[in-house]
């Protein structure tokens, strides 16, 4: 091999720094757990079967709900709530119950949901307040929603 004095022979290539395979594999690693947690937190839901519910809770906020329910409608009689905000403030009502003895997060669920839930019933009475809520309907409707929520309270065991 020829050495010249000016530096310009033949020299083999230089190998990375470890800092950069190490940043690589990190960066790998971090973008593998992205994924991860990308499909763990869009996981479907699993299917909820037969609900158990506690029964020494049920009489106690059953009295409670009812009572909930005249006071609302109460204030709907008495000028302080439009047909349009009892109607909304029952369906709250209604989930409220449900969610306190089952412990399902029913607040902000659609029929669909409150249906393939295992609570059927509940979106049979919330699918009563729909008109009322989100339509025009005239405020003697009230009673008959005042109903069905009372009765889905009654009723439960």
């Known amino acids: 091999m020829h050495n010249d004095s000016h530096g310009e022979g033949f020299f083999p290539p230089l190998d990375y720094a470890a800092f950069w395979w190490v940043l690589g594999v990190l960066l790998l690693l971090l973008i593998g757990v992205w994924y991860f947690s990308a499909c763990y937190a869009t996981r479907a839901k699993p299917q909820t079967g037969a609900i158990p ?37 029952l369906s709250l009502l209604v989930r409220g119950f449900v969610q306190e003895l089952t412990g399902v997060r029913t607040e902000r669920m659609t029929l669909a949901e409150l249906r393939t839930a295992g609570l059927p019933m509940v979106g049979d009475v919330v699918e009563v307040f729909y008109p009322a809520e989100f339509g025009v309907q005239d405020a003697e409707s009230l009673g008959h929603s005042a109903d069905a929520a009372r009765q889905l309270v009654g009723t439960w065991s």
Do not use: N, T
């Open 53 to 89: 519910m506690p029964p020494k809770r049920v009489p106690a906020l059953r009295a409670e709900y009812l009572a909930r329910i005249d006071q609302l409608v109460f204030r709907h009689h008495a000028g302080e709530l439009s047909a349009r905000d009892a109607h909304q403030k």
